[in-house]
């Protein structure tokens, strides 16, 4: 069965900061892998995604992700942390293009300390 | 329209009560889904449909709980006889085809707290 899995439910930066965001999923196939921002009382809104070709990937507001199929990993990364980078951060996974459905982990709080 | 829209935002439900939940799709996706978010949760599936096939309904948790979506496009979420543990945000998510390549686009979500 797929699942994700994001370690660290509350993550806190000081502006300025290196942000990490983990994420392993575990996929019998090779996976679609996506982050997902959500801002309060939002819907999510997709920053990056990996499905194939390159694995480190850019997405939106200069965050990053890299895919390591050793280490079943997905971390978001960003330099420098700003203090609208403060959200809720979501990690999925989907089974390449088969199945109908993502599976999504718990959720990173990502508090941004001025 | 540009984005997935839902309704009502926000819902406020005596519990025993049906509630009826909208979302409207970006024109042209044909892939819908449903999740439900519950506090320190991650998003739970729900229902997912595309174009005129079968829905695929095993993430419904219980037969109070059901969906449709007419003529492809505009989907309703239905949920009767309320309970308390329903109170949760539902988002309502599209995508251009099933194969989920290009990300969900999400609405902002309806806010039902059952009381």
């Known amino acids: 069965a797929q699942s994700v899995t994001q370690l660290g439910s509350h993550v806190s930066v000081s502006e300025g900061a290196l942000v990490l965001l983990r994420c392993n999923y575990s996929s019998s196939v090779p996976p679609y892998l996506f982050w997902y921002v959500q801002y309060p009382n939002q819907g999510l809104q997709l920053l990056l995604k990996?499905?194939?070709?390159?694995?480190l990937v850019k997405g939106i507001n200069g965050f990053e992700a890299e895919f390591k199929k050793s280490e079943t990993s997905f971390h978001l990364t960003k330099p420098s942390a700003h203090m609208s980078d403060a959200a809720e951060y979501f990690c999925a996974v989907r089974d390449g293009d088969t199945g109908n459905q993502f599976y999504f982990g718990t959720g990173t709080s990502l508090t941004v300390i001025p | 329209g540009a984005g997935v829209s839902q309704s009502p935002s926000n819902k406020v439900t005596e519990k025993g009560k049906d509630v009826e939940l909208r979302c409207d799709p970006i024109?042209?996706?044909?892939?819908l889904y449903w999740y439900r978010q519950s506090l320190g949760q991650g998003l739970e599936f729900l229902i997912y449909f595309q174009g005129n096939s079968a829905p695929d309904k095993s993430g419904l948790p219980s037969d109070r709980f059901s969906a449709e979506r007419t003529g492809g496009s505009v989907s309703t979420l239905t949920i009767q006889r309320t309970q308390q543990e329903d109170s949760a945000v539902y988002l309502c998510?599209?995508?251009?085809?099933?194969?989920?390549?290009?990300?969900?686009?999400f609405g902002s979500g309806t806010r039902l707290t059952v009381v």
């Open positions: 024109s042209g996706h044909t892939a």
């Open positions: 990996y499905t194939t070709g390159a694995t």
């Open positions: 998510a599209s995508s251009f085809d099933r194969t989920g390549i290009y990300g969900y686009t």
